[in-house]
């Protein structure tokens, strides 16, 4: 009976050793060989590169689209600050208006920001009414308690305000 024992497990031993050779042998017959690894990761970042390069000419097309809006903004803006202070006999700035924002900045203890444009443009006959806030150009310096400067000019006497963040701005006061 012990030879039987035996001769069985070594039988096993013999069974169980082909199937693990047929068993790589067959991963190997399955497996993808290594150039053919290298050439399909090799397309897949060729792909990636002309990917990366449509966004790159897609971002320079914006960029060079905000170069001339700006630019165009900017020459608009000369121009209508040239015709402001190109004043008529009467005292009035080109819009009609005897109230002439001369200076406006929104600030912090570390940074400030030129709002002057944005404010001139809301100037509705003789009066501006407006929030001293982030809507008026943008946020200076997140998180930090903003102030508004405005120095102006009305019926020929300049005066200067200073408002906090959320402040409501009406010029001439009331």
């Keep these: ?12 031993n013999l069974v ?11 991963e190997q017959l399955n497996a993808p060989s290594v150039p053919e690894e290298r050439a399909k990761e090799l397309l897949r970042l060729r792909t990636e590169a002309e990917v990366l390069r449509q966004q790159s000419n897609e971002i320079e097309t914006l960029r060079e689209d ?4 700006r630019g165009a903004r900017e020459n608009g803006l000369m121009t209508q600050s040239a015709g402001q202070a190109a004043k008529t006999n009467s005292g009035l700035t080109s ?14 203890d570390r940074t400030n920001m030129d709002v002057a444009a ?9 009066g501006l009414k407006a929030v001293a806030s982030n809507n008026i150009k943008g946020d200076p310096e997140f998180g930090q308690v903003k102030h508004l400067t405005l120095v102006y000019r ?7 305000n200073e408002f906090r963040e959320g402040d409501l701005v009406i ?3 009331q």
Excluded: C, F, H
């Design 66 to 69: 905000t170069r001339q809006v």
């Design 95 to 108: 819009n009609g208006s005897e109230l002439e924002i001369l200076k406006a900045e929104y600030w912090t």
């Design 118 to 126: 944005e404010l001139r443009e809301r100037i509705r006959g003789d």
């Design 1 to 12: 009976m012990d030879e039987l024992i035996a001769e069985n497990q070594r039988l096993s």
């Design 154 to 160: 009305l019926a020929g006497v300049t005066r200067t």
């Design 16 to 26: 169980a050793q082909a199937n693990g050779s047929q068993s790589r042998r067959n």
């Design 171 to 173: 010029l001439p006061g």
